[in-house]
């Protein structure tokens, strides 16, 4: 079974903090994708990574930076937490070259700034 | 600007009876899409998918009917059970469905007994 974790599932930070929300899968995939989902807006891209090393913006980068150090390990950095990044942060993972395989999510992180 | 859509907010039905989830897609590059499940507190799960080569894709209680022609797609669920509450997102690629996603908003589901 595949299995995307992600460092919490609760976290609460003050505005202006530095917040790092890790990720980690198992199944040796190259893709890792890191989305935030919010009541009514679904779940949005904020970056993805092909490989160690890349990544590549999503629909809504701002105010984030992301890491890829690891092929298994993919870090969301919130630079300057904002109230406006309140919101459930969901990890995925992929196999690359699979057109039929699908993404898998991790539990989430539920992030609240105060 | 939505390129997947999903109306409906919201859906109540009755246990064993059908549910039917709508997503409609403006982007004719789509040639591959997913449905998606999500409990609360937990991460969405991948429930079935299909490719425009089909037209009908069907897992159990679960089929997905794509038609190309209207960029619709729905999600038929018979019996209907009460686990099967939840939020369903319809998703989209033009790559395949581990590349990059385009989700919709979501509807929640709830099955009353």
């Known amino acids: 079974d595949v299995k995307v974790t992600q460092s919490s599932r609760y976290l609460v930070k003050r505005t202006g903090e530095k917040v790092f929300l890790e990720c980690v899968q198992d199944m040796d995939h190259e893709n890792m994708f890191w989305y935030r989902q919010d009541p009514g807006l679904g779940l949005r891209l904020i970056y993805f990574s092909y490989d160690v090393k890349m990544k590549e913006k999503g629909d809504i980068p701002e105010g984030y930076s992301v890491s890829r150090e690891k092929k298994e390990r993919f870090s969301l950095i919130l630079e300057s937490a904002s109230t406006n990044q309140t919101s459930m942060y969901l990890c995925a993972s992929s196999l690359q070259g699979n057109p039929t395989d699908t993404q898998y999510f991790g539990p989430g992180t539920r992030l609240t700034v105060l | 600007d939505q390129q997947v859509k999903q109306n409906s907010p919201s859906l109540s039905v009755q246990e064993g009876r059908i549910s039917i989830l709508n997503c409609d897609y403006t982007?004719?590059?789509?040639?591959?899409f997913l449905w998606y499940k999500k409990y609360p507190a937990e991460g969405p799960t991948f429930l079935i998918s299909?490719?425009?080569?089909?037209d009908k894709n069907e897992d159990g209680r679960f089929t997905v009917f794509l038609n190309k022609s209207a960029k619709h797609l729905s999600l038929h669920i018979v019996p209907s059970q009460p686990g099967d509450s939840a939020v369903y997102f319809c998703a989209a690629s033009d790559q395949g469905g581990s590349e990059k996603l385009v989700f919709g908003k979501g509807t929640k589901l709830t099955v009353n007994p």
């Open positions: 982007n004719s590059m789509f040639d591959y």
């Open positions: 299909i490719s425009s080569i089909k």
